[in-house]
């Protein structure tokens, strides 16, 4: 009995103890850009107002009604105190160009977005893992140069390019080969239940197929490289004098103390997978965070602008907690 | 133990791989399968859809609110307006309103609204509609967002009766048939509470009265309108209108050689490129139409508020007409609108565009600011800014004249412009610095710039695009905002203004208003280099014939009325619906097939190949 009560005390103390850092750390992050996506979106030039109604003909009477709606003419610091105070309770704000409260068009946008990049982040990471390991397994070899490659250059190929690639070959069609995936948008319009979701399936092909050969690369190389140092290990070679097969050997010994980089390239692209990725969403004119980041920073429409920089610093700095919080989960040494 | 366990498991595997690949071929079939679907399903559509590619997200669904072009065109075929403009000329012509008088003290207006017009919902339309609209602008701030410069100069709106509008102004106004709000029901907005948030697009189908009725909504995805079979001036031929959100125009022109849109809006015009690709492609026609903007130089006149405070940083040497007049004579307008615009363009001279015939002015032979670099040097010359030994032009206190000129960063058009503006001034001695920025707003409106690349869309009423050149449009101080363009403030172009304005003779006024161009053009603040085309395509196997405006030669996206969507009819053999050929998923299919199938094999090829090794 007494032992085991010690042993919880050495484990359980410094773990909770390590996790309570990190979560406080966490808190100090979220205020931290909370007031810097304040005054951070600030310095960007341009009077909303003048932009908004630029190439309209408006009364200086209406311009000055709209700085009041949008408390533009309070002094700087009344509007901080007024979106820190609202922002606490949920309020993200009123959009300028749409007229709508912030949370309403970025709650519209992010589950389009979650589908995109989420279905492909859980493909590219399978994908990149697998690969990886298995290039790194083999390395030197035909498949793994060709792996390595394959990898590389698509990682280096632009996601629009490619995307605009595929949409000509497998949208459009070549020569005789008609097309058969939709050129963009999430839905045909007009469908609902399981046609629906078959029909946003069909539109989902072709840009979760450039997010995927674009970033699979990059966890393939994290994955292999991991490996590869762990590849001349005395305890590989224990594992294997056991009379291991080789197979397990790697899945059972060699992939899970390889993965505390691969872990952190996951979570940190679990964070991104909020943000969207903007030049994806925008040639396959999917409707989600990114595009409406790139149109909040237009105008500048600052409450909508402040709200998705809040949202997705919010997203990373979860992740990387969680990343934190697994790490001594996976690697004892950590957290101590 | 453990190893032999393990081992054992590893026996007892070689059936799983086949197992698992059958069940990953099997379930990638029916995924692959599925995903067809929705194309055969769309065949089966028997409604004739037109569909429109935009590049503009939607802003609102309210009239009181919408101000984007796509917004704006979309409330147009919702709800009618008082009078349409002509798809010949864009003269008024009839809408809700059947006939309008003003009085003869020209503070009245009169308009009898038709009797023939109902809501979407059964519900008769009344000059009480009209009314209300009206007197909701004009007194609640946030329903003036969008339109409230309509109403700024009324004073009273009345309807005595149900087919009777009445207007009263504070002083005469020869727009009053160029209204553009639209006239919403009453007894639905009503209810409406916060008209600064309330954006129309919650509840289907939006009552209206116009050609088609909101049936949909998606934002960044879509809009869906159903053509309004009981609308007063006949159903529209498409059942069915769908405006489709490209961001990526590369994307929407795709989208249009495959089917899935029958036409790529003209806002943002094809680009030249484009245009090409698209020339001679079966099935779809290039529609080069004369635009309705103009592209311009602008001088900064020296910014000044209506106080009489001067600011900003101009160069002073632009106060001097002459100077201005050099700049301008050497510019060759044919070479741009071959080089940049590459013949999708027509060379400007007046304010406003020749598809304005109406209003259309052009300077005389003796008048006109034509190519000449020879006398733009004289003109230097003369204004005593003459060439020193390194060839630069130099004033009275040794400075040399280099210009500084706002460009927008994401206008390709300013940029290659520019260049050519470096070129030519260069050889008059004259540098030139672009600053092409992302927001040219600020530095314009704080008039700290020389030069601008300036341009505007011109309405059928050409009292907005005229307005903004007056001293009444200046900033009333230097911290104020205001409407003007360029702080020009000329006494002479404002009086001819005020005339245009009073004036209700429409060829009368019409005179006035090429008094005013030509006023403008003689101050020489702003040179018209061109009017870019709007360049746009269609599937001539969905849609058979449109309206463009002007009928003639002009453009179908973002006319001054609903004339091109509500006279659309549909191709015979057009499957508008917009799915790609039943052949299209038959490969599909098989492709997909042929792939799983053989990624199938492949897996279970390499299992069995190494499994002797993993052993």
């Known amino acids: 009995m007494e032992p085991a009560r010690e042993l919880r005390t050495h484990a359980g103390t410094p773990y909770l103890r390590y996790a309570a850092g990190k979560a406080g750390g966490a808190a100090v992050s979220l205020l931290a850009v909370l007031v810097t996506s304040f005054f951070l979106f600030r310095l960007i030039p341009g009077d909303p107002v003048k932009f908004m109604t630029g190439g309209r003909p408006v009364s200086a009477a209406q311009l000055a009604a709209y700085r009041r709606e949008f408390g533009l003419d309070l002094p700087l610091w009344q509007q901080f105190t007024d979106y820190c105070g609202k922002a606490l309770t949920g309020d993200l704000g009123t959009s300028y160009q749409f007229r709508a409260p912030v949370i309403d068009r970025i709650t519209e946008a992010l589950p389009n977005t979650l589908l995109l990049t989420g279905t492909a982040f859980v493909l590219y990471t399978v994908l990149g893992i697998v690969l990886g390991t298995r290039s790194a397994w083999r390395h030197g070899r035909l498949g793994d140069r060709l792996n390595t490659g394959v990898a590389l250059t698509l990682y280096s190929i632009p996601s629009f390019w490619l995307g605009l690639l595929l949409i000509i070959v497998f949208a459009v069609g070549v020569g005789p080969v008609p097309g058969v995936f939709p050129t963009g948008g999430m839905e045909s319009g007009g469908k609902e239940g399981f046609a629906y979701a078959v029909d946003v399936a069909h539109h989902l092909v072709l840009p979760v197929i450039t997010l995927v050969a674009v970033e699979y690369g990059q966890t393939l190389l994290v994955t292999r490289s991991a490996l590869l140092d762990e590849m001349g290990s005395d305890y590989l070679t224990t594992a294997r004098a056991k009379g291991l097969r080789d197979d397990l050997v790697r899945r059972r010994h060699a992939v899970p103390n390889a993965l505390l980089p691969t872990v952190t390239l996951v979570f940190v692209n679990l964070g991104r997978t909020v943000a969207g990725v903007i030049l994806v969403e925008t040639v396959f004119s999917w409707p989600g965070l990114g595009g409406l980041f790139y149109q909040a920073l237009s105008v500048p429409d600052l409450p909508l602008v402040q709200g998705l920089f809040f949202v997705f610093a919010s997203a990373v700095i979860l992740m990387n907690t969680l990343a934190d919080l697994i790490y001594p989960l996976l690697d004892p040494r950590v957290g101590r | ?615």
């Open chain 2, 1 to 615: 133990m453990s190893t032999q366990d393990q081992h054992g498991r590893g026996r007892s595997r070689p059936d799983r791989p086949r197992h698992r690949s059958a069940r990953l071929v099997a379930a990638a079939l029916t995924v692959s399968a599925a995903l067809a679907l929705p194309q055969q399903a769309e065949a089966k559509e028997s409604d004739a859809v037109l569909t429109v590619a935009v590049a503009q997200s939607v802003d609102s669904l309210s009239p009181f609110l919408a101000t984007r072009l796509v917004s704006t065109s979309i409330n147009r075929l919702m709800y009618e307006y008082l009078t349409d403009y002509d798809a010949g000329d864009a003269h008024p012509v009839p809408g809700l309103a059947t006939r309008w008088k003003p009085s003869a003290d020209k503070l009245t207006w009169t308009y009898t609204i038709r009797s023939d017009a109902t809501w979407s919902d059964g519900r008769k339309v009344t000059a009480e509609d009209a009314a209300w609209t009206f007197n909701k602008m004009m007194t609640d701030d946030k329903a003036a967002t969008a339109n409230g410069s309509f109403v700024a100069n009324f004073r009273k709106v009345t309807a005595p009766d149900a087919t009777t509008l009445v207007i009263e102004l504070k002083k005469p106004q020869a727009t009053m048939t160029a209204l553009d709000v639209p006239i919403v029901p009453e007894h639905v907005w009503e209810k409406v509470g916060d008209f600064g948030t309330f954006n129309n697009d919650k509840s289907f189908p939006v009552v209206g009265d116009g050609p088609f009725v909101l049936t949909g909504y998606k934002p960044d995805s879509y809009v869906r309108l159903k053509a309004n079979k009981n609308f007063w001036r006949g159903a529209p031929k498409f059942d069915e209108l769908v405006f489709r959100y490209y961001k990526d125009q590369d994307a929407a022109v795709a989208a249009l050689r495959k089917g899935e849109v029958s036409i790529v809006a003209g806002s943002p015009s094809l680009t030249p490129a484009q245009a090409a690709s698209l020339q001679g492609v079966k099935d779809i026609k290039v529609n080069d139409a004369p635009g309705r903007r103009f592209y311009a130089i602008a001088t900064n006149p020296g910014a000044r508020a209506r106080n009489g405070q001067k600011f900003g940083d101009g160069d002073p040497s632009l106060l001097d007409e002459r100077v201005r007049h050099a700049l301008f004579m050497a510019v060759d307008r044919r070479t741009l609108v071959d080089k940049v615009f590459q013949g999708h363009a027509v060379e400007g001279q007046g304010y406003i565009p020749p598809r304005f015939s109406t209003y259309f002015w052009k300077p005389s032979a003796t008048q006109e600011l034509a190519y000449d670099p020879a006398k733009a040097a004289r003109l230097l010359d003369q204004a005593g800014y003459r060439e020193n030994a390194d060839g630069k032009r130099v004033g009275k206190d040794g400075k040399p004249l280099t210009y500084r000129m706002l460009c927008h960063a994401t206008d390709p058009n300013d940029k290659a412009v520019g260049q050519y503006l470096k070129e030519w001034w260069g050889k008059l001695g004259i540098g030139l610095t672009l600053d092409c920025l992302d927001n040219v707003t600020d530095p314009w409106l704080a008039g700290r710039y020389d030069l601008a690349f300036d341009g505007w869309s011109v309405n059928p009423d050409p009292d907005f695009v005229l307005s903004i050149h007056t001293c009444a449009a200046l900033p009333a101080t230097p911290k104020d905002t205001a409407a003007t363009d360029n702080f020009i403030c000329d006494r002479t172009y404002d009086d001819l203004y005020a005339r245009q304005l009073a004036e209700y003779d429409p060829v009368e006024r019409a005179a006035l208003v090429k008094q005013a161009e030509s006023r403008l053009y003689d101050l020489g603040y702003m040179n018209v280099m061109a009017y870019p085309n709007a360049v746009e395509a269609y599937r001539t196997d969905q849609i058979a014939s449109i309206t463009t405006m002007p009928r003639k030669a002009g453009n179908i996206y973002g006319q001054d009325g609903y004339w091109s969507w509500w006279s659309a009819v549909p191709a015979d053999s057009g499957d508008s619906s917009g799915g790609s050929s039943s052949t299209g998923v038959v490969v599909g299919i098989v492709a997909g097939v042929v792939v799983l199938v053989g990624a199938g094999v492949v897996l279970g090829l390499r299992r069995r190949a190494t499994a002797e090794d993993r052993e």
